[in-house]
C-alpha cells in the first residue's frame, strides 16, 4: 500500500470531480432461465425464460462506475432509435448521468449484448450493432459537442470498442482540446480498431493488448511481473512510442504493472479475494485510475486504488460497481 496517503480525504474528492465519458455505448441485457430439456426440432437446451435484466455497457458502463465512485460524469455517444436505447438512456439518466450527449442515429441499432444465463452458465450471446463510421454530419455534431463540454471537465476517459464514434481524427482533435484546458485524458484501448494515444495522460490495456499495441507476439504470463521480460519491454516500449505519461497494464490474477519515463515499473499485486466474474473489471480500473489522478494521487497510487476497486468487482456478478465505502472497508482490512 502507498505510505502517507489519507485515502477517506482523497475518496471524499471524487465527488467534486466531473469527468466526461466518450466512447461506443452498449446495452447489455441478461436473460435468466432454467434448462429441463432439449429441443425436439434440433439437439440445443430449451431455456424457459425466467427474468431479464438491463445494465449500462461499454462506455456507458465506465461512466455508470464513475457515478458509483462519486463523481458527476457527462456521456458522449451513438444510440438508434429504438428501445435498446431509450431503455439505456432512462437507466443513466436515473443513475444521474448528464445524457444530453446521447446522440440518435436513425441509421443504426443501440448496440445491444444479450446473454441468456441458464443455471448460472451462459448458454449464448446475441450481439446487434453496427460498427461502420457515424455520417460525417453526426461525427460533426458529436466533435462540437465535445469541444464544448472538454473545458469544463476534470477528466476525459475515451472507450473505443469500435463501433464508429471515435476516429483518429475525432480522438487528436479532442485530446488537443483537453490539452489546451490543462485536462487530464485517458483510454482503454481496442485490439479491434488501432489508434494512436499519442501524448495521453494515461492508458490501460490488458495485456493482451498491451502487446498487440506494441506489435509484440504474445507471451505466457510469468508468476513475478518485474521478472516478465516481455511485459517490461513491452511496458518500455509502450512508453517510448506513445508517449503516454502511466501506461497501466492490467494483469487479471497478477494484478497490475504501471510504467512511467525515466521511473522503474512498478507492480501492483492483485486485490481479488474472490473472483466470481471478471466482466466490466477493465471498466472499473480505469474509472479509479483517472478519479484518483483527478483528486491528486500519483499515478502510482491511483494504480492501487484502481486494483482495489476492481478486485471488489470482479466479487460480484455481472457488470458491477465499487463504491468509496467499499473500497474504505477494503483499504481499512489491510490495514489492520
Given at each position: 500500500?502507498?505510505?502517507?496517503?489519507?485515502?477517506?480525504?482523497?475518496?471524499?474528492?471524487?465527488?467534486?470531480?466531473?469527468?466526461?465519458?466518450?466512447?461506443?455505448?452498449?446495452?447489455?441485457?441478461?436473460?435468466?432461465?432454467?434448462?429441463?430439456?432439449?429441443?425436439?426440432?434440433?439437439?440445443?437446451?430449451?431455456?424457459?425464460?425466467?427474468?431479464?435484466?438491463?445494465?449500462?455497457?461499454?462506455?456507458?458502463?465506465?461512466?455508470?462506475?464513475?457515478?458509483?465512485?462519486?463523481?458527476?460524469?457527462?456521456?458522449?455517444?451513438?444510440?438508434?432509435?429504438?428501445?435498446?436505447?431509450?431503455?439505456?438512456?432512462?437507466?443513466?439518466?436515473?443513475?444521474?448521468?448528464?445524457?444530453?450527449?446521447?446522440?440518435?442515429?436513425?441509421?443504426?441499432?443501440?448496440?445491444?449484448?444479450?446473454?441468456?444465463?441458464?443455471?448460472?452458465?451462459?448458454?449464448?450471446?446475441?450481439?446487434?450493432?453496427?460498427?461502420?463510421?457515424?455520417?460525417?454530419?453526426?461525427?460533426?455534431?458529436?466533435?462540437?459537442?465535445?469541444?464544448?463540454?472538454?473545458?469544463?471537465?476534470?477528466?476525459?476517459?475515451?472507450?473505443?470498442?469500435?463501433?464508429?464514434?471515435?476516429?483518429?481524427?475525432?480522438?487528436?482533435?479532442?485530446?488537443a482540446e483537453a490539452k489546451r484546458a490543462r485536462v487530464p485524458v485517458f483510454a482503454d484501448p481496442n485490439m479491434h480498431h488501432r489508434l494512436d494515444y499519442d501524448g495521453l495522460t494515461g492508458i490501460t490495456p490488458n495485456r493482451m493488448e498491451a502487446f498487440w499495441l506494441a506489435g509484440e507476439a504474445?507471451?505466457?504470463?510469468?508468476?513475478?511481473?518485474?521478472?516478465?521480460?516481455?511485459?517490461?519491454?513491452?511496458?518500455?516500449?509502450?512508453?517510448?512510442?506513445?508517449?503516454?505519461?502511466?501506461?497501466?497494464?492490467?494483469?487479471?490474477?497478477?494484478?497490475?504493472?504501471?510504467?512511467?519515463?525515466?521511473?522503474?515499473?512498478?507492480?501492483?499485486?492483485?486485490?481479488?479475494?474472490?473472483?466470481?466474474?471478471?466482466?466490466?473489471?477493465?471498466?472499473?480500473?480505469?474509472?479509479?485510475?483517472?478519479?484518483?489522478?483527478?483528486?491528486?494521487?500519483?499515478?502510482?497510487?491511483?494504480?492501487?486504488?484502481?486494483?482495489?476497486?476492481?478486485?471488489?468487482?470482479?466479487?460480484?456478478?455481472?457488470?458491477?460497481?465499487?463504491?468509496?465505502?467499499?473500497?474504505?472497508?477494503?483499504?481499512?482490512?489491510r490495514t489492520r
Amino acid at each position: 500500500m502507498p505510505p502517507r496517503v489519507q485515502w477517506k480525504a482523497a475518496l471524499s474528492r471524487f465527488s467534486k470531480l466531473r469527468v466526461f465519458v466518450v466512447g461506443d455505448v452498449m446495452l447489455d441485457q441478461y436473460v435468466f432461465g432454467r434448462v429441463s430439456r432439449i429441443s425436439p426440432e434440433a439437439p440445443v437446451p430449451v431455456v424457459d425464460v425466467l427474468e431479464d435484466r438491463f445494465f449500462p455497457g461499454g462506455a456507458s458502463n465506465v461512466a455508470r462506475n464513475l457515478r458509483s465512485l462519486g463523481a458527476k460524469v457527462a456521456v458522449l455517444g451513438i444510440l438508434g432509435n429504438d428501445a435498446a436505447g431509450r431503455t439505456l438512456s432512462r437507466t443513466l439518466r436515473a443513475q444521474g448521468v448528464d445524457v444530453s450527449g446521447l446522440l440518435v442515429d436513425d441509421a443504426r441499432p443501440t448496440t445491444l449484448k444479450t446473454r441468456v444465463i441458464a443455471q448460472h452458465q451462459q448458454v449464448v450471446r446475441f450481439d446487434r450493432e453496427s460498427r461502420r463510421a457515424i455520417s460525417p454530419k453526426l461525427a460533426a455534431q458529436t466533435l462540437a459537442f465535445a469541444r464544448r463540454a472538454i473545458p469544463r471537465m476534470d477528466a476525459v476517459v475515451f472507450e473505443d470498442y469500435g463501433k464508429g464514434l471515435i476516429s483518429q481524427e475525432f480522438l487528436d482533435i479532442c485530446a488537443a482540446e483537453a490539452k489546451r484546458a490543462r485536462v487530464p485524458v485517458f483510454a482503454d484501448p481496442n485490439m479491434h480498431h488501432r489508434l494512436d494515444y499519442d501524448g495521453l495522460t494515461g492508458i490501460t490495456p490488458n495485456r493482451m493488448e498491451a502487446f498487440w499495441l506494441a506489435g509484440e507476439a504474445a507471451t505466457d504470463p510469468a508468476a513475478d511481473p518485474l521478472r516478465d521480460r516481455p511485459l517490461l519491454a513491452v511496458g518500455e516500449k509502450l512508453l517510448a512510442s506513445t508517449r503516454v505519461e502511466n501506461v497501466l497494464i492490467t494483469l487479471g490474477e497478477h494484478g497490475m504493472c504501471l510504467f512511467r519515463a525515466g521511473r522503474r515499473p512498478h507492480h501492483i499485486p492483485t486485490a481479488a479475494q474472490e473472483v466470481f466474474d471478471v466482466s466490466g473489471a477493465g471498466d472499473t480500473a480505469i474509472s479509479a485510475f483517472a478519479l484518483g489522478m483527478g483528486a491528486g494521487l500519483d499515478s502510482a497510487a491511483a494504480a492501487f486504488l484502481a486494483n482495489q476497486a476492481a478486485g471488489i468487482v470482479v466479487g460480484k456478478a455481472g457488470t458491477a460497481t465499487a463504491s468509496p465505502t467499499e473500497i474504505l472497508a477494503r483499504l481499512s482490512v489491510r490495514t489492520r
